[in-house]
């Protein structure tokens, strides 16, 4: 019976319970939820259960190679949520991030649009809370922004789900056509979840707000759940190569630029995710299995990214680079486990980002997309300047801040040694970790030529970075907001709109005074010539003369009608 | 030695070792890269020294125009 359920089902129904449970049972609890709901993954791959309402059968629980690995690496960090945040003993958070987990796994399973949309719009409704969470004006501010936009997402995708209904008569979930009607607003949809170049200001705007453990969970899952969804329904699409691989590039530079630590990591989250689109862009088996690899590989050392921050953050209350530094001797467990995540996205060979990211380069070269391929290079290199140098050094070396702190919490530091060994067992085992991927393969990452050609550019590029700041090149961190496309709704649109609103406001106005006065001073003028010359008696007069202003009124109309409908 | 390692530190002058090995690598053995414009000997020390230095630049040039106060959108 419990097989049957959806898998995540449980833990979103199972969440309401939180509430009622002291602290650490509530924890174990919870584990419980997370291990039941992976149980539902034993019952292998075809259509395990439905519902029909209204007439429509909804695809609750479907299973295949693409949602298995997605379904794993979800509840592997789901679990790792729960024990990162097992400190906090208030039960708003994790229920939050209990449903929210659940959520995004049901959406996984999902076998048609109606059903992936409740969950879809579910992520969103129950993810808010962690940003709530992060207790601050701007926060609150930010979550609104934050579920406008990801209704509005829902809107595009259930726009696109009616349509694909009336047209086809079922909404099953399978590979879409970008050039019809509904295909591309479902892939508006997926895009502003992805994190699109343009659409991506939510991303960077609401995640760092969030709670210490909030960024944790939400790093994880709504951008992947977009990916899966692309892979699932959009693979091969050549545009999706075109957005990748500017979504790779540009964020970048914002990277390099900004302060704030957690937000540094949220544009490189934005790069690493146009990785993902452009190898599902590709979509041959090569290049999905890669998009695959590096969404898994990419959560656990995200993860472990944030959770390094998180526990800067929690200890110290900022995690600013301008204001952090010298912390190794403080947090040296964090330190340590935050540079094997910044090595391991970064992509040193026998790290989990190297054997997932040599997946899609080489189904890059061997479609031979070479502008592309070099601008994920370069693009690569960038990674190890903003995450993989920048954010422990700033945070753990750099200059003596004088901050004292402690060693972040024990239940913290288990979850980020688990994460780093699981980056280092994926990178040290590749040919196992290959094996959960949707497609047989039979690659080896590590040869001659890769392994010293990755060595080569990350050396280098490290090279470049100590130069810089050995020579006092590096310009120092500064307390700022760098703009993103966020500011066309926070600033530019109400910059605009407001005086315009304004103007219009009084420009109506005016013409209201215009016309009265006009109007009652034609009308004393005429009732005054009417009375003189004795036409009309007054009465009468007066309401002649509103017919007669009317009948011109409309002449005029018509007049200048006949010149439009030519 | 010794005055090199103590000018530039110990960290950086591991790396900076760790780059000299990386390159010599390259000549005991043969490399060959996913397209032919790799091929070229010492071509990803060359690119991922100059990927580096360019997106410093650019992102310094960025500062200029996309870098506000902190306060910027609470205004």
Redesign the interface.
Known sequence: MISNFPPGFIMIIGALLIPFLPHIIRQIYMMILVLISAYSLTLGFGIHSTINVMGFDFILFQSDSLTLPFAIIFHIAAALNVIYGAHEKQWKQHVSIMSYSGAAIAAVHAGDLFTLFVWWEATAFTSVFLILAGNTYRSYRSAFRYILIQVTSGMFLLAGAIILLINDGSALLTKFDINSLYGQLIFIAFGIKAAFPLLNGWLQDSYPEASEIGTVALSTFTTKLAIFCFAKCFAGTELLIVIGAIMTFYPIFFAVIENDLRRVLTYSLNNQLGFMIVAIGIGTELAINGAVAHAFAHILYKGLLFMGMGAVLYRVGTCKASELGGLFRYMPITAVCTIIGAISISAFPLFSGFVAKSLIMSALGKEGLVLVYFMLLFASAGVLHHSGIKIPFFAFFAHESGIKTKEAPLNMIIAMIIASALCILIGIFPSTFYQILPYEINYQPYDFSHVVGQLQLLTFAAFAFICLWHFKIYPPELNSTVLNSDWVYRKMIPGVLIPLLKLVERMNQKFEEVIMISFSRTKIFLSNTMLKNKVFDREVGSDTLIVIQIFTVFLILIFIGQFFYK | MKALIKK??KI?SS??L??II??V??LI???????S??DFT???????????????K???S??SF?????????K
């Open positions: 530039f530190g950086n790396v900076l760790l780059c990386f390159l690598l390259e053995g043969h490399r060959h890269g996913e397209t414009i790799e010492f071509f990803p020390a060359f690119f991922g020294f100059l990927s580096c230095i360019i997106i410093f650019i992102g310094v960025l500062r996309l870098m506000k106060d902190e306060d910027y959108y609470d």
